[in-house]
Nanobody, 123 residues
Framework: QVQLVESGGGLVQSGGSLRLSCVVSGGTLDYYAIGWFRQAPGKEREGVSCISSSDSTTYYADSMKGRFTISRNNAKNTVYLLMNSLKPEDTAVYYC????????????????WGQGTQVTVSS
């Protein structure tokens, strides 16, 4: 059973930075694409970023381009999401999720999910 555990969330001021981590266990990270999603209170879940397994191709939602950077360390079974220039509208619970090989923008195609980590950006 694949398990994902997020960490690194917290409270930060507008303009600040956080680095989220997603540790994968029960499977080899090499085979998985990892996506980051977020959900704010009263809003639908939205895709944030994704990194593929094969060539580490990265994808970002338009509002995150230039601010967020996704990376992976297969030796540590960990995927990171570095978030810079944070804004109050980035406040949400952030989840990582896995699917085989290739990224998808549809959260329903991801088989395994972490429990989420709260990110709160104060103005």
């Amino acid at each position: 059973q694949v398990q994902l555990v997020e960490s690194g969330g917290g409270l930060v001021q507008s303009g600040g930075s956080l680095r989220l981590s997603c540790v994968v266990s029960g499977g080899t990270l090499d085979y998985y694409a990892i996506g980051w999603f977020r959900q704010a209170p009263g809003k639908e879940r939205e895709g944030v970023s994704c990194i593929s397994s094969s060539d580490s191709t990265t994808y970002y939602a338009d509002s995150m381009k230039g601010r967020f950077t996704i990376s992976r360390n297969n030796a540590k079974n960990t995927v990171y999401l570095l978030m810079n220039s944070l804004k109050p509208e980035d406040t949400a619970v952030y989840y990582c999720a896995s699917r085989y090989y290739y990224c998808s923008g549809s959260g329903s195609t991801y088989a395994y999910w972490g429990q989420g980590t709260q990110v709160t950006v104060s103005s």
